[in-house]
């Protein structure tokens, strides 16, 4: 029979164990972070009278708002909004086209190491700037239009997608993929039937996500002249029609709501 003083020396309840252990450095952190923060506010220059002035000017701003107008420029709106859906659709259906082939070569389980090297370059390349700037490369390579559009969007999901497929294959359970290879199925069987089940309903899920996020780039890339429904606001709002301008936001507004639900659907289903 086990007496109170062995019974005493085990904890009576659990604690969290600190992410830092040494107390000291955790310290040092937490002070060193809060004077940093600290004297990066301190270079912002926030003029408290400059906020004060500003808001009667922002309040008229919103103002001119409302209501919103979809009566006038309707045609040219409709036509901005068309090429902005085609332009997101076709950069999806293109950019995870590309995205495939380099996705299951940057994935370390499957590739060897120069395959694995280049398309990881490939993604890294393709990261390393927002749609907006290459956009913008794309406008001085090919000129105005929603071509130069299409490619910011397709390169920009080259590097969503084709990384996010490549770590889903490097998580995928290796004991399936086992099983399949001892049957003496070749590579293209063993990628179809052991790692695409795996990996298939987060991609249809990412799939619509990035038509979400290609929808709503579409927007920005054509106020630098990628073409879509940006150009379209980008009219609006240097004409001072912030009536259309926020009709426009609106419906762009409830087109990416669409799309989120349809995704949550899509992802519902597949799994």
């Known amino acids: 029979m086990m007496d109170s003083s062995e019974t005493g020396s085990y904890p009576s309840s659990w604690k969290k164990a600190p992410f830092i252990k040494n107390s000291f450095l955790r310290w040092l952190l937490i002070v060193g972070g809060a004077i940093y923060l600290a004297a990066a506010l301190g270079t912002m220059n926030i003029d408290l009278e400059r906020i004060k002035e500003g808001l009667p000017r922002a309040q008229r701003f919103l103002d001119s708002f409302f209501p919103p107008n979809f009566a006038d420029n309707r045609g040219v709106v409709w036509e901005g909004l068309a090429e902005s859906i085609w332009m997101a659709i076709i950069s999806t259906v293109a950019g995870i086209a590309l995205s495939i082939p380099i996705g299951l070569g940057a994935a370390r389980n499957l590739a060897p190491a120069w395959v694995y090297l280049f398309c990881r370059g490939i993604i890294a390349a393709s990261r390393t700037f927002p749609e907006i700037i290459l956009a913008i490369f794309a406008?001085?390579?090919?000129?105005?239009?929603?071509?130069?559009?299409?490619?910011?969007?397709?390169?920009?999901?080259?590097?969503?997608?084709?990384?996010?497929?490549?770590?889903?294959?490097?998580?995928?359970?290796?004991?399936?993929?086992?099983?399949?290879?001892?049957?003496?199925?070749?590579?293209?069987?063993?990628?179809?039937?052991?790692?695409?089940?795996?990996?298939?309903?987060?991609?249809?899920?990412?799939?619509?996500?990035?038509?979400?996020?290609?929808?709503?780039?579409?927007?920005?890339?054509?106020?630098?002249?990628?073409?879509?429904?940006?150009?379209?606001?980008?009219?609006?709002?240097?004409?001072?029609?912030?009536?259309?301008?926020?009709?426009?936001?609106?419906?762009?507004?409830?087109?990416?709501?669409?799309?989120?639900?349809?995704?949550?659907?899509m992802r519902k289903w597949v799994q």
Do not use: C, H
């Open 139 to 265: 406008v001085k390579l090919f000129g105005f239009g929603p071509f130069a559009g299409f490619i910011a969007l397709a390169l920009g999901t080259i590097g969503f997608y084709a990384k996010l497929l490549a770590e889903d294959i490097e998580n995928s359970s290796p004991s399936q993929a086992e099983a399949v290879k001892a049957t003496g199925a070749n590579w293209f069987q063993w990628i179809n039937y052991s790692i695409q089940p795996q990996v298939m309903p987060r991609m249809i899920g990412l799939s619509i996500y990035r038509l979400d996020i290609n929808f709503r780039e579409s927007a920005v890339v054509g106020i630098v002249g990628g073409g879509g429904i940006g150009a379209t606001l980008n009219t609006a709002f240097s004409r001072y029609e912030f009536d259309t301008a926020a009709a426009i936001l609106l419906m762009i507004i409830l087109i990416v709501m669409v799309l989120e639900y349809f995704s949550s659907f």
